[in-house]
């Protein structure tokens, strides 16, 4: 059984989620503020995590980072719950770490959908511990690139964007997969994100970025450094 942590101040909408998590067959705790749920996470780390952006001790999308930083709790994956709906806000939440985005109202339905797909995705996660393509090395255990030897810096999604090219290296990813993967949704309007993420990628990989080529109106395919 799958361990929900919720993290919601608002107790009437942490009761609607903790109560229908558990109707569905989840384990689940919930919480009202930051420090209640690090006291939880030290004791015992959960298979998902529902967030709040709002908290009355500290802002969520902080709380990400930190979750992120740590190598107990760098895989979880991260739904934040917020009323914040502009593009903007989701796209910060989502590059600093989250993995799905859902804004306040929301249906009971649509909150055990997500929360069923991203376990799914969790769990299917390949169990190599390390992938590898010509001079770029993805770590998965210290959740770290290098190239030629050379520690590479990426955000949370740039990391996310080059696993799933390694992962299907030599296989064209198509832009609808990329989205839902490493964005959880397939709405191409987030179209613009994606591309911009794969042009600061391959700047960040240098000579290995050449890698990462453009199958025009289909996606992307990470292939020999040669054209």
């Not at 780390?45 to 709380?63: F, K």
């Not at 590898?132 to 740039?158: P, Q």
């Not at 309007?189 to 700047?203: A, C, F, N, P, Q």
Request: hydrophobic residues 40%; contains cysteine.
């Amino acid at each position: 059984m799958a361990l929900i942590y919720v993290v919601e101040d608002d107790k009437s909408i942490q009761e609607i989620e903790t109560f229908a998590l558990s109707g569905s067959g989840y384990e689940t705790e919930g919480f009202g503020n930051a420090k209640a749920f690090y006291e939880a996470l030290d004791k015992r780390v959960p298979d998902l995590i529902l967030l709040d952006v709002m908290l009355p001790d500290e802002d969520g999308l902080s709380i990400v980072k930190k979750l992120r930083s740590r190598k107990e709790t760098v895989l979880i994956p991260i739904i934040m719950v917020t009323a914040k709906a502009t593009e903007i806000d989701k796209v910060k939440g989502l590059d600093i770490g989250a993995d799905d985005y859902i804004t306040k109202p929301f249906g009971v339905m649509e909150l055990i959908s997500r929360v069923k797909a991203m376990l799914r995705r969790s769990k299917a996660e390949p169990k190599e511990m390390a992938l590898v393509f010509g001079k770029v090395i993805l770590d998965k255990e210290r959740h770290s690139v290098t190239v030629d030897g050379e520690l590479c810096e990426l955000t949370y999604k740039e990391y996310e964007l080059l696993k799933l090219l390694m992962t299907n290296a030599g296989i064209v990813t198509t832009r609808k997969v990329i989205l839902d993967r490493v964005w959880g949704t397939d709405f191409e309007g987030e179209s613009r994100t994606l591309d911009m993420h794969i042009k600061t990628l391959r700047k960040k990989l240098g000579n290995a970025g050449s890698m990462i080529k453009t199958v025009r109106n289909v996606g992307y395919i990470l292939n020999e450094e040669k054209d």
